[in-house]
């Protein structure tokens, strides 16, 4: 039997306004090319680089949520090497020194399973290659550069190789982004590339006799392609292993459309780097007590949070995970529960209906203008048995859309809920006379016709009448009426 | 042409009234299409301004916004810059006007400024000699009168050195007190900006102005104090002097300016100073301390020369070769040669023998160095163990390189330094080079200026032209 060992390196762009060691906007996403740029990102001659402090308080948030020891006196360090996306001809990052070490993620907190982090250091992102006629530099008839991203900052997480399986990696990567999310430090899209994953990945077998060369996956950029790709070359390495070969010390290149892996270069062929101390920036001296002010002012993290929902609030697991994953989410939550004092409804309407009409209309909560107080109105709505649970579905639909309070949407519309028991016995005896044949049925045993009238009567008040004297009514009428 | 100009110091034009500077300003520009063609010391001018200040010419490798850098390399053709150096924006805004750029050695890499796409530029005092460099182009148009005032750039001398062979005061600061911000980089952690200029006094108005705390230079440093007046009539009788053994006994050393040397010791004797030859045997190392960590750092600060995003790129069939290409067409000989070294220096397996093991030494330098200025006041020596060789006659690098010895202590360790001219018109000059504590720069002009006094190189408080120049 053959095991797995993967590392993972993460770039994550920090959100920060600007970028690292100049005062270009660090949110280059969705600009026209080389318009975020200046001397200093573009490597004019003789411009220097200024250290953007809000990049040291983003990745010292990061290195205190992910349990790590914070050097107080760190490197900024020089890595060498050529090409067109990198307008200094080097990357400034913290080679010798980085601002923190020797952390963990805990990634299954029943089982207390950990993954180590190494190190985690600031540096500079690169610009972008634009081809023109490939799909690589290699091959096509023109490159174009956009120097947008250059300077944006970056830390690089990077993981002992604790993770035993593509899964698990996938996993790991997720709670990261969950974490950085929660830090308001990173956006943690893969997709926009604000957060990349390399892996290393090693197969050895049971005994330890047979173990491969590291392999580097690199272009994963989706949660799960992190996963495909590293399934994938988990079982090419297996394969190759198990004819008593072993596979070549390479990097090599996740290729989406093929879903395949594509070797890039041998690990022999890779730059000297030619690291050495940045001169332009001095060492980075951080105070402890900055670093204690900032870990006093860490936010709940999503497994304190999901802990803290099940025994405040009395949540099942799920619904406390599912809840806790993103902070605006678990704020929302409990910003509503205050107003209701109804946890486990509140959690079952934002779990369901709420979620599902955020994703339909592809907003976030900050973009909708309904509110606690909505839910609370809507709540109240049911309480008092003004509208029933189906009603209310509907009034919660026009109310998040419309931002309207649920209360004037009952009036409006006029769905407040008919109680008359009057009302109801008159609509019912209708459906009873248009279909006899259903109401002998009953008569001769066949109760489940029951749930026909009920549905009959919803269908004439259109949804209005209360479900549960429409139950007991229809109960009543064709049992007494029994001839 | 008014001839009184040309004896104007930066305090005596900046109380001019306007008129009478823009008289100054085309003055210089008068005198530089007249000379420049001889000495070669202006590689661009700047005529058609509309601001007449204070003119000061300005060493091709620091930016002034609209104007070319050309660094004297062809890699930079047709490169303008799109901003202001922090300096040029300092002078500006003290109604300075940049006179032209000035010719140098290759991204400032040499000693000669023969190194330059433009040719050499001549010596004032000898036009078949060299000037010294790589500030040359600046060090050259003061001496002959074509800017009364220039900037250079210092990483190994190459302000103090050109200074002394053509007669001129040559000031480093204290590194970190000029903002390199616009200066193309050599070596990052050496560079430092300076005046060239004919009077220890017109150094201090200009180091007054171009010093400070600069927030795009993350090195420098803030300064507690302002730049109070220098004091006058100090007595050299009072201080205490070491001039180090290694430095006077290099074999290099020519005897006409050991002896020219010895007498300003003498003559300090005289006054009751104390003067002490102290050995300092890590002397022995500076060179090749300078010359593992100097390209180290110049290989990295190049590498943005690649031909892709400015100046002068080359064909080629991948993107490898067109930058490979653009390097090899656009860089000069010396200029490869210290990349190739830096490079090497840097590289995985040679970092811990080469590169790490001289930023050791040169920790362990810049310790001694503060051991011997907390007992004695000021070390001093000739700036250079040679005067002006004649042009083309030094063909091997490792003599111009050891010819740095006399300087370059004063880079590794961040101090300020100056050389001011100490013999008389009818010699090639020859250099006195003191040097002091870190951030000491005020004390060190007084010293300086006090040693003026006693140089016969000065007619009323400036440094004599050569007569040529000086009508």
Redesign the interface.
């Given at each position: 039997m053959y095991k797995t060992k993967i590392g993972l390196e993460i770039h994550a762009q920090l959100s920060t306004k600007t970028k690292a060691f100049c005062s270009c906007p660090a949110d280059v996403f969705e600009l026209e090319p080389n318009t975020a740029i200046c001397p200093v990102c573009t490597g004019q001659p003789g411009a220097l680089p200024v250290l953007n402090e809000k990049v040291v308080e983003y990745a010292l948030k990061a290195a205190l949520a992910l349990n790590c020891e914070i050097n107080l006196r760190s490197s900024f360090d020089r890595k060498n090497y050529f090409y067109p996306d990198l307008p200094k001809g080097y990357q400034i990052t913290q080679y010798f020194t980085p601002i923190a070490e020797n952390g963990y993620i805990i990634i299954d907190h029943d089982n207390k399973k950990k993954i180590r982090i190494r190190r985690i250091h600031i540096e500079e992102d690169a610009g972008k290659l634009i081809y023109q006629g490939s799909s690589s530099i290699s091959g096509a008839s023109t490159s174009l550069v956009d120097l947008n991203r250059c300077g944006v900052p970056l830390i690089e997480i990077v993981t002992e190789p604790d993770i035993e399986s593509p899964s698990t990696a996938r996993k790991f990567i997720e709670i990261l982004r969950d974490i950085l999310r929660y830090l308001e430090i990173c956006s943690g899209d893969m997709e926009k590339g604000a957060l990349r994953c390399d892996a290393n990945i090693s197969i050895f077998s049971d005994d330890g006799k047979n173990t491969s060369n590291v392999v580097e996956v690199k272009n994963m950029n989706s949660f799960k392609f992190v996963e495909k790709a590293l399934e994938f070359e988990k079982n090419r390495i297996s394969s190759v292993l198990s004819e008593g070969k072993n596979i070549p010390h390479e990097t090599r290149t996740w290729n989406f459309s093929t879903k395949t892996t594509i070797s890039m270069r041998s690990k022999e062929e890779e730059n000297d780097y030619r690291y050495f101390p940045e001169p332009d920036l001095l060492p980075l001296v951080i105070e402890k007590p900055f670093v204690e002010e900032l870990k006093k002012h860490l936010p709940e993290l999503p497994w304190e949070k999901e802990k803290r929902f099940i025994k405040e609030y009395g949540l099942p697991e799920y619904d406390a995970s599912v809840l806790s994953k993103e902070r605006a989410l678990a704020d929302f939550f409990e910003a509503v529960v205050k107003k209701t004092d109804k946890p486990k409804e509140t959690s079952n309407w934002i779990m369901t209906e709420y979620l599902r009409e955020i994703k339909e209309l592809n907003k976030d909560i900050e973009g909708l203008a309904f509110g606690p107080d909505h839910f609370k109105e809507l709540f109240d709505l049911m309480d008092s048995g003004k509208i029933s649970q189906k009603i209310a579905k509907d009034v919660f639909s026009k109310s998040l859309r419309s931002g309207k309070m649920p209360s004037k949407i009952v009036k409006e519309k006029g769905l407040e809920q008919i109680n008359d028991e009057e009302v109801i016995e008159k609509t019912l005896r209708e459906a009873m006379k248009e279909n006899e044949k259903a109401v002998r049925q009953y008569r001769e045993g066949k109760k489940g016709v029951l749930g026909y009238f009920i549905g009959a009567v919803m269908k004439k008040t259109k949804g209005k009448a209360n479900p549960e004297l429409v139950n007991e009514i229809a109960r009543r009428l064709l049992e007494s009426e029994e001839e | 042409m008014n001839r009184d100009y040309i004896n104007l110091g930066v305090k005596e034009i900046s109380e001019l009234d306007p008129k009478e500077q823009k008289g100054v300003y085309n003055f210089y520009l008068k005198r530089i299409k007249e000379y420049n063609s001889k000495l070669n010391c202006f590689v661009s001018v700047n005529e058609d301004t509309d601001n007449f200040g204070i003119p000061v010419a300005v060493k091709d490798?620091?930016?002034v916004k609209g104007m070319k850098?050309t660094?004297a390399s062809k890699i930079?053709k047709g490169?303008y810059?799109?901003?202001d150096?922090t300096v040029v924006k300092k002078l500006r805004k003290h109604n300075f006007t940049i006179l032209g750029k000035t010719n140098l050695d290759e991204f400032a890499m040499g000693s000669s400024t023969e190194f330059s796409v433009f040719g050499p530029t001549k010596n004032p005092w000898d036009i078949e000699r060299m000037t010294g460099g790589s500030s040359g182009g600046s060090a050259a148009a003061v001496a002959s009168g074509m800017a009364p005032f220039a900037l250079g750039s210092d990483t190994g001398g190459s302000v103090r050195q050109p200074a002394s062979l053509c007669g001129v005061v040559g000031f480093k600061p204290t590194y970190g007190l000029v903002s390199?911000?616009?200066?193309?980089?050599f070596?990052?952690?050496m560079d430092q900006i300076g005046p060239i200029t004919r009077s220890v006094d017109d150094a201090f108005e200009i180091f007054k102005l171009i010093s400070s705390k600069d927030?795009?230079?993350?090195?420098t440093v803030k300064i507690d104090r302002g730049y109070p007046e220098l004091i006058d009539g100090l007595d050299l009788g009072d201080y205490s002097f070491c001039v180090p053994e290694e430095f006077m006994n290099a074999p290099h050393l020519e005897d006409g300016i050991k002896k020219d040397f010895l007498e300003i010791v003498e003559n300090l004797k005289n006054k009751g100073a104390s003067v002490e030859f102290v050995s300092i045997p890590l002397i022995d190392y500076v060179v090749a301390t300078y010359y593992l960590i100097a390209p180290?750092?110049a290989?990295?600060n190049?590498?943005?020369?690649?031909g892709?995003?400015?100046g002068n790129r080359h064909r080629g069939k991948?993107?490898?070769e067109i930058?490979n290409v653009s390097r090899d067409k656009g860089f000069g000989s010396e200029v490869k040669r210290r990349i190739l070294l830096g490079?090497f220096t840097?590289?995985?397996g040679y970092?811990e023998a080469y590169?790490n093991r001289a930023?050791k030494v040169r920790r362990k330098l810049t310790q001694e160095i503060a051991n011997i200025l907390e007992k004695y006041d000021y070390i001093i020596n000739p700036t250079s163990p040679v005067v002006a060789p004649k042009l083309g006659e030094i063909r091997d690098p490792l003599t111009y390189y050891l010819m740095d010895l006399y300087t370059i202590t004063a880079n590794l360790t961040g101090s300020p330094a100056i050389s001011i001219p100490i013999t008389n018109k009818s010699r090639l000059p020859v250099g006195l080079h003191i040097m002091g504590k870190r951030f000491t720069d005020i004390s060190l002009l007084e010293v300086a200026r006090a040693f003026e006094k006693i140089s016969p190189a000065y007619n009323n408080g400036k440094c004599s032209l050569k007569g040529e120049w000086s009508e």
């Open positions: - | 490798n620091i930016n850098t660094c930079l490169y810059s799109p901003y150096a390199r911000y616009g200066l193309v980089a070596s990052s952690s927030l795009l230079d993350s090195t180290g750092e290989s990295s190049l590498s943005r020369y690649d892709i995003k400015y991948d993107v490898s930058i490079t840097l590289s995985a970092y590169y930023l």
